[in-house]
């Protein structure tokens, strides 16, 4: 692999795209194309030998095989990162296999499904010498950025209440309704709330309460409550049954924000401000959200920095989703031992790219009915 001294001479990042689902076909796979300054999609692994053989014609890709073809991949392509878009089960695996090759990982989210599996990740990645980024798109999309800057700003005075629900109606057979895929709301939605609240306000959770109603062993629909220092409180509902809602809002004392779509990669984004009972609306322009995060991830590859939705973050919200599943099994609350994050997103890492257009894919069908 290029490492080192070696890669600092390079100028592009070259990646194998591994996962080839709904996800990286609508929207990885295309996002390299607006990320060419420095990055370069040159393999796909997938365990589906149609998909291997359409996809890497469609993209004019020399190198692609199964997941049992990594190694070999990573070698003969001379591939220096990868992005992982597999089903939540398969990261950590992935993610180890390519950081003992010296290969950079860039996870899609949650990077694992416990929190002991993301600090073997980080411990794998840290012991190679190689970049670790969990890939939270919102850290780097202008709607979510702005919001951080609104509340920061003290315009809604003091922020005291988060409130959002993140709903759809899954496929069924979906990998999202697989237990041992690690499917579920919390995983695959409660992802996108925590970590909203988390950085809205500045803080950690110290406790969780939760309800969860079940199916086929995975949480279907999950309401949760998380209390952060100074009797802040966010709760939020998600669903794998309920027809699609992406929203939250924030509310202070002086105002709040609502941001509504709040989540979506496919649609315009919004946000509705209050103060003083008069409201402002605006609405953010469809834009590719996966090319940024490909380029930031690049650019710190390049230039030996460490990126800022790293391990830490992606273990911090898998402490409370770990909590708020427990909480939902037990009845009982979960405390959390106070935690002090050391870096938050802020709008310095914003950047805007193209609507991807809409993609053929290859036996990947929409995870959403509806």
């Known amino acids: 692999m290029c490492t080192g001294e070696t890669m600092q001479a390079k100028t592009k990042v070259r990646y194998a795209v591994v996962g080839a689902g709904n996800i990286a076909q609508v929207a990885v796979l295309p996002a390299f194309a607006h990320a060419k300054s420095n990055s370069e999609l040159v393999a796909i692994v997938s365990g589906d ?80 010498n190689v970049k670790l980024m969990c890939a939270y798109r919102l850290h780097f999309e202008e709607a979510n950025l702005s919001a951080l800057d609104i509340v920061r700003s003290g315009k809604i005075g003091e922020p005291r209440v988060f409130d959002s629900v993140f709903t759809h109606v899954v496929r069924p057979g979906d990998i999202r309704t697989r237990p041992e895929l690690g ?31 079940m199916r086929n062993g995975t949480d279907d629909t999950t309401t949760a409550v998380l209390q952060f220092p100074g009797g802040r409180v966010a709760h ?13 809002r924030i509310s202070g004392t002086e105002g709040n924000l609502l941001v509504e779509p709040a989540y979506d990669y496919t649609d315009k984004l919004a946000h509705h401000l209050t103060i003083d009972g008069k409201t402002h609306s605006q609405s953010f322009g469809k834009r590719d959200q996966f090319a940024p995060e490909l380029e930031y991830f690049s650019s710190c590859i390049l230039e030996n920095r460490t990126p800022e939705p790293d391990a830490e973050e992606a273990i911090d919200d898998l402490r409370v989703i770990e909590a708020i599943l427990s909480s939902a099994s037990s ?40």
């Open 49 to 128: 030998e149609q998909k291997r053989a359409e996809l890497a014609e469609r993209y004019q890709l020399a190198f692609a095989g199964g997941y049992e073809d990594l190694e070999p991949i990573l070698e003969q392509g001379e591939i220096q990162a990868i992005y992982i878009a597999t089903p939540n089960s398969l990261h950590k695996a992935l993610a180890c296999r390519a950081a003992a090759r010296g290969v950079h990982v860039l996870c899609e989210k949650p990077m694992a499904t416990s929190v002991a599996d993301c600090e073997e990740i980080a411990d794998a990645c840290a012991k190679a």
């Open 183 to 213: 499917g579920g709301a919390c995983l695959d939605l409660g992802i996108y709330c925590v970590n909203a609240a988390r950085n809205l306000f500045g803080a950690e959770p110290v406790l969780v309460y939760a309800t969860a109603q």
């Open 331 to 370: 009845g009982k609350p979960i405390p959390l031992t106070p935690r002090q994050r050391r870096r938050r997103p802020d709008s310095t890492q914003e950047a805007k790219k193209p609507a991807v257009r809409k993609q053929e894919t290859v036996n990947a069908p929409s995870p959403s009915l509806k």
């Open 236 to 248: 939020f509902t998600v669903s794998s049954s309920m027809a699609s809602v992406s929203s939250y």
